[in-house]
Nanobody, 128 residues
């Protein structure tokens, strides 16, 4: 069992920045695909970005590309999501998710069911 704990959510005005953190409790951190997903009220869960820890490959959804950056700190077993130029439509509950193995790409962003482990989420609110 892998425990994921998100932190760093909050409220910000449009154009501002927030940084989210996901701490993973696993000794096999380098073998995981870690992703950030979000879900707004009344909408389906949407993939934002993923990273394969083993080789730091990253993938982004078109809606956040060039605004969000996913990165990793292997020593701390943590994945960060730096969110810049935030928009009101970025408002959602943001989840960290993890799945063992090297399958980690654009298909992973599109299918939350591929991820076995999930955190409880952290709220991000962007006001106009």
């Amino acid at each position: 069992q892998v425990r994921l704990v998100e932190s760093g959510g909050g409220s910000v005005q449009a154009g501002g920045s927030l940084s989210l953190s996901c701490a993973a409790s696993t000794n096999w951190f380098s073998n995981f695909c870690i992703g950030w997903f979000r879900q707004a009220p009344g909408k389906e869960r949407e993939g934002v970005a993923v990273v394969y820890i083993g080789d730091a490959r990253t993938y982004y959804s078109d809606s956040v590309k060039d605004r969000f950056t996913i990165s990793q700190d292997v020593a701390k077993r943590t994945v960060l999501l730096q969110m810049d130029s935030l928009r009101p439509e970025d408002t959602a509950l943001y989840f960290c998710a993890a799945n063992p193995g090297p399958v980690c790409g654009t298909g992973s962003i599109r299918d939350p069911k591929l991820f076995r482990y999930w955190g409880r989420g952290t709220q991000v609110t962007v006001s106009s």
